[in-house]
């Protein structure tokens, strides 16, 4: 969304100044020193402090310097002990944590050469801060003979982590360590536990409140430094001005600029709220009006973030049934044999992967029942399964909802989910953004962008209730009809982009663009006088005479017209395929129903979607 310049944040340097003298150092400078003073363990909880905004951005470089030497014993140590403080002070740091652990050892490998207690409450710290990843990470039998350590303290510690690890008793805990650390076991405890609120306030304390902040700036000399996009790291992303994590898989790098939004504030803006509830693990619920881009958004952060291929979007209905997500058991080839089959949420639980479920306001009390859980504690209940699942560490998900106008729809179970969730709200683009959008994405319609901006605002006033009192005097048969929407919008501009390249001035097309306008927004319509209605605005801007509009919705009648190699249907061409050209030839075109007025229309909307590769829903009675 930004560009390669733009800055991402800035972290003031000056609580810094005992530690470096940053005077006369440029950004990279700066950004290796930091580096380096968070190997010394008494720094961390200040930069912590200072350089929260930039800490992914440090933690991928102190990753990427570990990784590019061959570390001794005592640095790996360091870099574990450096990183799990890290981890406590920013949970969303756990995929460089086990980016690291992909190359490096366990920190209990090195027990040999590194003093044990550090190792040991290093290991700790890991699993207080994840205790499922990191317990199913590295294997723990080489913490099984610490118990019996001649250090009372070791021993404690490795009583702690194998109780987590193997999932020890209260009572089998207590009888070990009776055992093993009788009549101190007790003094360590409380002796560690100062120690840990110790740690912890020592993060708290650091961090400044608005008026001491505002003392700080009086007193304290001011050292900004500029993060630009230039200057992030490469496994560093900045979406919205939030730094995220990018996954190094070369497979999704490859897709990640498959997904491009024109930089507009809205936008950004809507990214950014995004981007925060993703660094911080929540749940996202994306709620707007119909086509407005609460996928497209999603879908540029995944790919900003390297998740694009694992990416998963699921869309909800009143049909939509549990097992579809959860999964069932299925038959095999062999009679009455079963095996269990994940369904697609399940399969992004274990995966880590990110799954989006839309319309999330239709979905049926089953799925909202089996969602609560997993959004509240990250814990999917799989029914007939005695076990339950914990997300996997990089699981998101994100759920849709759909508004209508300003007011949103909502159920009960659409309401449960919002409690649960980060709500991001996605506005309709302004007229400026919307003219930014069409300008940028289509070079060709800058000269009349204005007016077709214009002509889309008219159009979303139809779908207002107010607007629609006047036609739905006879009934409400018109409240369910389709909304007419953003993505309606750019896929007119698509096809008058094209249309431009063959015109010697779009500008003068009028008719042409007012041919598009009624396949885009009006081929939906059932209602004759909606269509009418909506017809006579776009043909009122577009400057089409009042007959002109007559002929063109009530008495025009495409041509069509076939050839050996394409047939001609009104304004569009599709070409034959080869294999069908000598059977045409042969043969000839053989009509199997006659050319009436409604058939060539709908013959010639057809061929529209079909050239510009658009889906199409057909919708009427059985043998039309």
């Known amino acids: 969304m930004e560009d390669d310049d733009?800055?991402?944040?800035?972290?003031?340097?000056?609580?810094?100044?005992?530690?470096a003298n940053w005077q006369g150092h440029d950004v990279s400078s700066c950004q290796t020193i930091l580096v380096d003073l968070l190997l010394a363990d008494e720094a961390v909880p200040l930069i912590v402090a200072c350089c929260h905004d930039i800490l992914p951005d440090l933690c991928a470089r102190l990753i990427s310097n570990a990784r590019a030497r061959k570390q001794s014993p005592q640095e790996h140590v360091a870099t574990c002990r450096t990183l799990s403080k890290l981890l406590l002070a920013s949970p969303s740091l756990l995929g460089f944590v086990l980016m690291y652990f992909q190359f490096s050892p366990s920190p209990f490998a090195c027990l040999e050469d590194v003093d044990a207690e550090?190792?040991?409450?290093?290991?700790?710290?890991?699993?207080?801060?994840?205790?499922?990843?990191?317990?199913?990470?590295?294997?723990?039998?080489?913490?099984?003979?610490?118990?019996?350590?001649?250090?009372?303290?070791?021993?404690?510690?490795?009583?702690?982590?194998?109780?987590?690890?193997?999932?020890?008793?209260?009572?089998?805990?207590?009888?070990?360590?009776?055992?093993?650390?009788?009549g101190s076991h007790e003094k360590i405890r409380v002796k560690l536990l100062f120690e840990q609120q110790q740690e912890e306030a020592d993060f708290s304390r650091h961090v400044p409140t608005d008026e001491e902040s505002d003392e700080e700036s009086d007193t304290a000399a001011s050292m900004p430094l500029e993060i630009r996009r230039s200057n992030l790291h490469e496994l560093t992303v900045s979406v919205g001005g939030v730094l995220l994590c990018r996954s190094i898989a070369s497979t999704d790098m490859q897709v990640q600029n498959t997904h491009q939004l024109v930089p507009v504030e809205s936008t950004y803006s809507v990214l950014a709220q995004i981007a925060e509830a993703v660094k911080g693990s929540r749940p996202v619920l994306l709620e707007g009006p119909v086509g407005v881009g609460k996928t497209s958004v999603v879908q540029h952060l995944a790919a900003a973030t390297g998740h694009a291929k694992s990416l998963v979007s699921v869309q909800l209905s009143d049909q939509t049934d549990s097992k579809m997500l959860?999964?069932?058991?299925?038959?095999?080839?062999?009679?009455?044999?079963?095996?269990?089959?994940?369904?697609?949420?399940?399969?992004?639980?274990?995966?880590?992967?990110?799954?989006?479920?839309?319309?999330?306001?239709?979905?049926?009390?089953?799925?909202?029942?089996?969602?609560?859980?997993?959004?509240?504690?990250?814990?999917?209940?799989?029914?007939?399964?005695?076990?339950?699942?914990?997300?996997?560490?990089?699981?998101?998900?994100?759920?849709?909802?759909?508004?209508?106008?300003?007011?949103?729809?909502?159920?009960?179970?659409?309401?449960?989910?919002?409690?649960?969730?980060?709500?991001?709200?996605?506005?309709?683009?302004?007229?400026?953004?919307?003219?930014?959008?069409?300008?940028?994405?289509f070079p060709a319609l800058k000269v009349i962008s204005s007016r077709l901006v214009e002509i889309f605002q008219s159009l979303l006033e139809i779908n207002s209730v107010s607007s629609l009192s006047s036609v739905m005097s006879s009934g409400g048969a018109l409240a369910n009809r389709r909304q007419i929407s953003l993505r309606d919008f750019m896929k007119w501009c698509t096809r008058l982009s094209q249309l431009a390249d063959h015109l010697p001035s779009i500008a003068t097309a009028g008719q042409d663009v007012f041919q598009e306008a009624l396949d885009c927004f009006c081929a939906s319509i059932s209602s004759p006088e909606l269509y009418s209605d909506v017809a006579s605005r776009i043909g009122t801007l577009l400057g089409i005479t009042k007959a002109e509009l007559t002929y063109r919705c009530e008495t025009h009648q495409p041509a069509v017209q076939t050839a050996p190699t394409c047939v001609h249907i009104g304004r569009t061409t599709v070409l034959v395929k080869e294999t069908m050209k000598a059977l045409t030839l042969s043969s000839g075109m053989v009509r199997h129903h006659a050319y009436t007025r409604p058939t060539v229309l709908l013959l010639e909307q057809l061929a529209g979607c079909t050239v510009n590769n658009e889906p199409v829903l057909l919708v009427g009675e059985t043998g039309t």
């Open 118 to 182: 550090v190792v040991m409450s290093t290991t700790l710290r890991f699993l207080r801060c994840a205790e499922d990843v990191f317990a199913k990470l590295w294997p723990w039998s080489n913490c099984l003979h610490l118990m019996e350590s001649s250090d009372p303290l070791v021993s404690w510690y490795a009583i702690r982590i194998c109780s987590a690890v193997y999932g020890m008793s209260d009572a089998k805990v207590n009888h070990v360590r009776e055992k093993l650390l009788p």
């Open 326 to 441: 959860l999964g069932s058991y299925c038959c095999t080839d062999l009679p009455g044999q079963f095996i269990w089959r994940p369904g697609v949420l399940t399969q992004a639980v274990t995966a880590g992967s990110w799954i989006i479920l839309e319309d999330i306001d239709t979905a049926p009390m089953s799925v909202i029942s089996l969602l609560l859980p997993l959004l509240e504690s990250s814990v999917l209940t799989l029914s007939g399964h005695s076990q339950s699942l914990k997300c996997a560490a990089g699981f998101q998900i994100f759920v849709t909802r759909r508004s209508h106008g300003t007011s949103m729809s909502s159920t009960l179970g659409a309401g449960l989910i919002e409690n649960l969730c980060a709500v991001v709200k996605v506005p309709q683009l302004s007229c400026e953004e919307l003219k930014t959008v069409v300008d940028v994405t």
């Open 6 to 19: 733009d800055l991402c944040c800035t972290v003031d340097l000056g609580r810094l100044s005992n530690l």
